[in-house]
């Protein structure tokens, strides 16, 4: 790949465009700021973004060996037959030096990309889902609306059961613990005071609940209905029979 002082004007070029960058290069690196560090020579992947984040991979795993924020700044210097690679984020006070003594490939474009990241099988899917579908969480529950807000966040559910007690569901993605009884004690206490009411049903549903949480739960007067959050995105289900399970 070129000699290595080729390189220095096309990464300065790229990194005032404000491309992206990734190459592979042996290097050594010297980190100061969250903590001392120093890696010796080998092979590493870096990752320049246009926002100055940078990350260093070494050849396996999939956590950076080196990073920095947005706003780091970089440059790069032709000396003693090497290129060193600065970067210094001032407002966080962290400085890395790259002493690249061989460049394997390397590339930089300008990225596009203005789409945000879709989630599914959240609370509020999961809370979507029982509004449509009120008798999942028993027959007879009528919704009355969802994210009713109150001073301690959004419940999930607020609607009436079959005898028109007033119920409060809170929804958990994954396992309930301790905290999410909890804030639906909360949820519950506070429905109570502002409608003066002296009950209010509350019911947690999620997957799964710790057997603590279940206890406390139960030690409350309240209820659990495991029930899984929608997951119309995923492509295989742990749980799917396969088609020797027939």
């Known amino acids: 790949m070129g000699d290595l002082n080729s390189y220095e004007e096309n990464i300065n070029q790229a990194l005032q465009k404000k491309e992206s960058l990734v190459f592979s290069c042996n290097c050594t690196i010297k980190y100061s700021g969250r903590a001392e560090s120093f890696l010796g020579k080998g092979d590493r992947i870096v990752v320049v973004k246009e926002d100055g984040a940078i990350l260093i991979h070494q050849p396996t795993g999939n956590s950076p060996i080196n ?17 060193v690679f600065s970067s210094k ?5 962290e400085y890395l030096d790259m002493d690249i003594s061989k460049i394997h490939f390397f590339n930089a474009h300008k990225l596009e990309d203005t789409e945000s990241l879709v989630l599914a099988g959240t609370e509020k899917d999961m809370a979507d889902m029982l509004m449509k579908d009120p008798h999942l969480i028993e027959e007879g529950f009528k ?12 419940i999930d559910i607020f609607g009436h059961d079959k ?6 569901v809170e929804c958990k993605r994954y396992t309930a613990d301790l905290s999410a009884v909890t804030q639906l004690r909360r ?8 409608k003066g009411l002296k009950e209010v049903r509350g019911m947690l549903v999620a997957p799964k609940i710790s057997s603590n949480a279940l206890k406390m739960l ?5 209820e ?5 959050a929608p997951k119309f995105l995923e492509r295989y289900d742990k749980g ?5 399970g027939f």
Request: glycine share 4%; aromatic share 12%; hydrophobic share 30%.
């Open 67 to 83: 990073y920095m924020k947005p706003g780091t700044s970089h440059s790069v210097v032709f000396q003693d037959q090497k290129l």
């Open 89 to 93: 984020h001032l407002a966080q006070k």
């Open 143 to 154: 919704p009355l609306n969802n994210e009713e807000h109150t001073k301690y966040g959004f």
């Open 163 to 168: 005898d028109n007690n007033l119920t409060i």
């Open 187 to 194: 949820y519950v206490e506070k429905i109570k005071d502002a």
């Open 218 to 222: 139960q030690d409350w007067g309240f």
């Open 224 to 228: 659990f209905k495991a029930i899984k």
């Open 240 to 244: 799917q029979k396969k088609l020797d």
